[in-house]
């Protein structure tokens, strides 16, 4: 609990800035979690996509969106595909650019923290009072090392989360995108044989 008083006014923003990122974090984290159908093998997803009864769950539900009746064409295929990677791409992408923001605000909420320590300690220097100018130059000093470590401590953590959740969002696109390939050429085969 010291570290909260020590740290001067700045660790109440400081800690409601570290739980809403990473509230964030983790539900963009457990999204993927949610829906782990981009962790197909290539080989089973040929399989999959020439025969969708085959799959289960999400997966077949996408399967059975992009080649149902009333798509019979490439450009309706490509056209389903679109619609499928931006319903799942365009909020992973927006919520990650919030994240990031947020990420990068912590050590600069830091930084503030450490001018304003700076400043309390230049004060306490300028006090002619002997025990009065050693308190107020300590707790200075402390007020900017604590903000400083306590931004940081913040944004290293989850600046790796985010590493992590763009390489989720990554692998769930090129996922869809072999699918998407792998659907147009099934349909591109019909269109000769049919």
């Not at 490509?78 to 990031?100: C, H, M, P, Q, W």
Request: glycine share 6%; proline share 2%.
């Amino acid at each position: 609990m010291t570290i909260l008083t020590d740290g001067g006014v700045l660790m109440v923003p400081l800690t409601i800035l570290a739980l809403t990122i990473y509230w964030s974090a983790f539900k963009l984290y457990f999204f993927f979690s949610e829906h782990f159908f981009y962790k197909v093998k290539r080989g089973k997803l040929v399989d999959l996509v020439n025969d969708p009864s085959l799959a289960k769950g999400e997966l077949r539900h996408l399967l059975e969106y992009t080649q149902a009746e009333e798509v019979n064409d490439v450009l309706k295929v490509r056209s389903r595909f679109l619609e499928v990677i931006n319903s799942y791409l365009a909020g992973i992408d927006s919520k990650r650019t919030y994240l990031l923001i947020l990420v990068t605000t912590a050590p600069l909420m830091g930084l503030l923290g450490t001018v304003m320590g700076m400043l309390t300690t230049f004060s306490g220097l300028a006090v002619s009072t002997a025990g009065a100018t050693v308190d107020q130059i300590a707790a200075g000093i402390s007020e900017a090392l604590i903000t400083t470590q306590t931004g940081l401590i913040i944004a290293i953590p989850a600046y790796v989360m985010a590493t992590i959740i763009q390489k989720r969002r990554n692998e769930m696109e090129a996922c869809l995108t072999t699918m998407e390939t792998l659907t147009v050429q099934l349909y591109e085969k019909k269109s000769k044989t049919g």
